[in-house]
């Protein structure tokens, strides 16, 4: 699926472009106004948020051909979480008008990000049950 992306899309154009991190940089803060998500062509990406305690709270890691901060660009608002490259990483970052462009031109792909927003947002419902932040609130 990664590599009908490329294909679909020339990195060289505004709407999708290719950005490279190293271990322990980060790529946006939970907060941060941006409307453009990456998919991962290499490497692992940490999203995190900080619980109210301050403590950082990890919710999942990224891998290689998925995508992630697609929130971000689908409702216009805040980034919900922190993103933090653990290694060396590639990543395609996609624009609006680029995901709109993937979207008409690889339905399959569409279908494929849809699958992995419900896996991802089961995840997070799981860890929300087990965070000894959420556990408290139930006393």
Known sequence: MLDEVKMAS???SDSIQREHYKKGE???FEGDIESHFYIIEKGEVQIFTKASTGKRLD????????SFGEFALLDNAPRSASAEAMGDVSLIKVSEAGYEQLLSELPVWASC???SF??????????????????????
């Open 10 to 12: 020339p990195t060289s």
């Open 26 to 28: 980060f790529i946006f």
């Open 59 to 66: 919710i999942c890691t990224i891998s290689e051909g998925e």
């Open 113 to 115: 990000m849809l699958k």
């Open 118 to 139: 419900m896996t991802r947002l089961k995840n997070m419902n799981t860890l929300l049950k087990t965070s000894d932040q959420f556990i408290n609130l139930k006393k």
